[in-house]
């Protein structure tokens, strides 16, 4: 089956600094990869998704990269705010689409 | 709220006690699952159904047991065979996007 490795497990970084989290994935039939962002005692939601058929895909300050070739995507957050600080995500969507894998996740934390 | 709904958000266990945590959908979606979520970890996969009256164990299905008899509820049982049930646990719905529900923090006492 896929497994989904995801770098670092904490992350701290400035307020108005960018984070990078960076994920592996094994299955090359893989081909949707979501971003969620989980706050404290709350569910996942997702927040950005790439398909492979693309490369990049941006949404205001989240922009996700996907390498088709290496098998691995990240998600990178520009001018982080303190709001942004949460445990993130990442998956892919198995091969026949019915069953999602998650990344261990990132325990981010933006320092005002 | 998300049309996912679980219940209880809080629910406490005895030892050797089965207990059941609901998991409710009006997205009109077939596909549901199961995860457990300890401090630290990621979402490790208990159970999923893609139908109704199907069902698949996913990587961590020991101890725990479900049923799909409609498409909107696909409740999890905890048996008293799951020896560390203590967790945080969230059912999810969808095919091409998963939605989560608000989870239910089981605690055994």
């Known amino acids: 089956g896929e497994n989904v490795e995801q770098h670092p497990s904490t992350l701290s970084v400035q307020e108005g600094d960018s984070a990078v989290i960076k994920c592996t994935y094994s299955?090359?039939?893989?081909?949707?990869f979501p971003w969620y962002k989980q706050e404290l005692g709350k569910r996942p939601q997702l927040i950005i998704d790439?398909?492979?058929?693309?490369g990049e895909k941006k949404d205001q300050r989240i922009a996700v990269t996907l390498n088709k070739t290496a098998k691995h995507f990240s998600l990178h957050i520009t001018e982080t705010q303190p709001e942004d600080s949460a445990v993130y995500f990442c998956?892919?969507?198995?091969?026949?689409?019915?069953?999602?894998?998650f990344g261990t996740g990132t325990s981010l934390t933006v320092i005002p | 709220d998300g049309g996912i709904t679980q219940s209880p958000k809080y629910l406490f266990r005895k030892e050797g006690q089965n207990v059941t945590l609901s998991c409710e959908q009006n997205?009109?979606?077939?596909?549901m699952y199961w995860y457990r979520q300890d401090p630290g970890q990621g979402l490790r996969l208990i159970y999923y159904?893609?139908?109704?009256?199907?069902?698949q164990k996913g990587d961590i299905a020991e101890g725990y047991s479900v049923s799909r008899e409609k498409k909107e509820s696909f409740p999890l049982t905890v048996t008293s065979a799951q020896k560390n049930p203590t967790a945080f646990y969230l059912c999810?719905?969808?095919?091409?996007?998963?939605?989560f529900g608000q989870g239910t923090r089981l605690t055994v006492v």
């Open positions: 998956a892919a969507l198995s091969r026949g689409g019915n069953q999602f894998y």
């Open positions: 299955d090359s039939a893989s081909n949707y």
């Open positions: 997205l009109n979606h077939d596909a």
């Open positions: 790439i398909r492979s058929n693309v």
């Open positions: 159904s893609q139908i109704v009256n199907d069902f």
């Open positions: 999810a719905t969808g095919f091409s996007e998963a939605f």
